[in-house]
């Protein structure tokens, strides 16, 4: 999925800083570091989804969903979205639904 919007991106970036925060400091290390060692920038992560969410799962384990709702939440938040979490919803199909609610909020424009 490549994200063109630079306020998406930008937002999508800073959600994961935030989102994290519902983990332990070692834990944020830790999947800083596995960041590294798959080669992915934050800047990056916008076209690159499905890394990042292999890096969460690798890091996160059982609970890498709890880390994709808070990402996801914050996300949200922060294009001005309501959000609505579902069971078993990675970042991935969050972010395609925030990008398709976004343009529906846009004058003019609709499903």
Same mark, same amino acid.
Request: charged residues 30%; proline residues 3%; aromatic residues 8%.
């Given at each position: 999925?490549?994200?063109?919007?630079?306020?998406?991106?930008?937002?999508?970036?800073?959600?994961?800083?935030?989102? %994290?925060?519902?983990?332990? /400091?070692? +834990?944020?290390?830790?999947?800083?570091? !596995?960041?590294?060692? &798959?080669?992915? $920038?934050? *800047?990056?992560?916008?076209?690159? %989804?499905?890394?990042?969410? /292999?890096? +969460?799962?690798?890091?996160f384990?059982? !609970?890498a969903?709890? &880390?994709?709702? $808070?990402? *996801?939440?914050?996300?949200?938040?922060?294009?001005?979205?309501?959000?609505?979490?579902f069971?078993?919803?990675?970042?991935?199909?969050?972010?395609?639904?925030?990008?398709?609610?976004?343009?529906?909020?846009?004058?003019?424009?609709?499903?």
């Amino acid at each position: 999925m490549r994200i063109e919007d630079s306020k998406i991106r930008a937002c999508l970036i800073n959600s994961i800083d935030e989102g %994290l925060k519902v983990a332990d /400091a070692d +834990l944020i290390e830790s999947f800083n570091n !596995n960041l590294e060692l &798959v080669g992915l $920038a934050k *800047a990056d992560v916008p076209d690159k %989804l499905e890394m990042l969410c /292999a890096v +969460l799962e690798n890091t996160f384990g059982t !609970n890498a969903f709890t &880390v994709h709702r $808070a990402i *996801a939440r914050e996300f949200y938040a922060t294009l001005g979205l309501s959000f609505e979490p579902f069971v078993g919803k990675n970042l991935i199909k969050y972010v395609a639904d925030a990008k398709v609610n976004r343009d529906d909020q846009l004058p003019g424009r609709s499903r």
